[in-house]
């Protein structure tokens, strides 16, 4: 199995911690955050873009791609990796979590879930297995088990039916994953149930995986309950393996998720805002569509030296985000996730030189979030 996770250094008094995951096609510094691609591509950005702003893993989601153009051409195509042009690692979600909040769900039962496209109505079925098969075929480093995601808020009966549900999918995924060049991680349910999260834990790390996910969380939760979480739920996971929280997040979610052990991020937040003109800056977020960037001809972020900040204007950007030009979109995301990968690798180095809560409160200062 070519993966391995090294542990290579905990930060003074905190959880945080850095390490390297290495897989087929190549190294993943960790802490890390992983622009999401869903559909093949991260939305507007080239691979070559994504090197630039040294992108080290991306993530693809299997419910758009078995629906959309279909997991057997990707395969016929040589794999996601071949597909889309891009030779780093990647990291496919399982279909779990799309499936509850995308598709019109018709009926899950122990085999599996019916439901209806959300793009033509069209029905399908996904079990476990179809899942693997599908995470197979596109051939990507790291692959998520298929879970049962129950809804937020849900009732502790609920919730407890559904991680036992996710622990006995995730012991038919492991039957059915044949492919030792991916790493399959098992994914935490529990809600917000400490004792159910404890024994979601319990029963996931029985078996010996690569990896394992925290999931459940940014499902619309108010943040307080989402850090309650988070203060308990990654120590319930093997030190000596990566933690991934899924789905999250901005800034302040990434920072807060280090600081409590996690290791591993996603999120579409941050390309998604920057096609709406949100942009992060070291002095907090600014919504460059606001009249008054007409005229300012400084950098989006005075203090950021991406290609972005460094040959365009707010007033240049501002203009064409309010003609909907296309450009504009491509340049809020090239800076965004700039931002937050180069807030990843300065919260890396803090780490080595311990001196995480220092960064921390310098940039929760900077930015407005003390
Ligand atoms: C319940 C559950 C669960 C997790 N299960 C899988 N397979 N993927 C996820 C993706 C997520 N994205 C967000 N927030 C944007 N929360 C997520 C949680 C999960
Ligand atoms: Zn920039």
Redesign the pocket.
């Known amino acids: 199995m070519s993966f391995e996770y090294k542990l290579k250094k905990n930060c003074c008094d905190t959880k945080a911690r850095v390490g390297e995951l290495s897989t087929p096609h190549g190294k993943i510094d960790t802490p890390i955050f992983m622009p999401v691609g869903t559909k093949a591509t991260v939305k507007s950005m080239s691979p070559e873009e994504l090197e630039e702003i040294k992108s080290q893993i991306i993530l693809s989601n299997t419910y758009h791609l078995y629906l959309r153009p279909g997991h057997e051409l990707i395969e016929e195509a040589g794999g996601l990796h071949e597909f889309m042009n891009w030779e780093h690692p990647i990291l496919t979600?399982?279909?779990?979590?799309?499936v509850?909040?995308l598709g019109d769900l018709n009926e899950i039962t122990e085999k599996g879930v019916t439901f209806q496209s959300h793009l033509d109505g069209s029905k399908h079925f996904i079990s476990p297995e179809k899942s693997i098969e599908i995470q197979m075929s596109l051939g990507a480093d790291i692959i998520?088990?298929?879970?049962?995601?129950?809804p937020?808020p849900a009732k502790r009966d609920y919730v407890k039916n559904?991680l036992e549900r996710t622990t006995r999918w995730l012991e038919r995924c492991i039957a059915a994953h044949t492919r030792d060049d991916q790493a399959l991680f098992g994914?935490m349910?529990g809600?917000m149930y400490r004792d159910l999260r404890e024994e979601s834990a319990q029963q996931i790390t029985q078996f010996d995986l690569p990896g394992y996910?925290i999931?459940?969380?940014?499902?619309g939760e108010p943040k307080e309950e989402m850090l309650e979480v988070l203060d308990y739920a990654p120590d319930l996971l093997p030190e000596d393996k990566p933690r991934y929280l899924?789905?999250?997040g901005t800034p302040f979610d990434l920072f807060e998720g280090v600081m409590r052990g996690v290791d591993m991020f996603?999120?579409?937040?941050p390309t998604r805002i920057a096609r709406n003109g949100a942009v992060f800056t070291s002095h907090g977020r600014i919504t460059i569509r606001n009249a008054k960037f007409k005229k300012d001809f400084t950098p989006l972020d005075h203090e950021c030296d991406c290609y972005v900040c460094n040959n365009y204007t707010r007033g240049y950007i501002r203009h064409l985000i309010k003609r909907n030009e296309i450009l504009g979109l491509r340049l809020t995301t090239y800076h965004n996730l700039y931002f937050l990968l180069d807030m990843m690798e300065k919260i890396r180095q803090a780490i080595k030189e311990d001196r995480f809560l220092e960064y921390r409160a310098q940039f929760y200062k900077k930015y407005g979030l003390e």
């Open positions: 979600d399982s279909g779990g979590f799309q509850f909040s998520m088990a298929f879970d049962e995601c129950a937020y559904s994914i349910q809600g996910a999931g459940g969380l940014s499902v899924m789905g999250v996603d999120c579409v937040f």
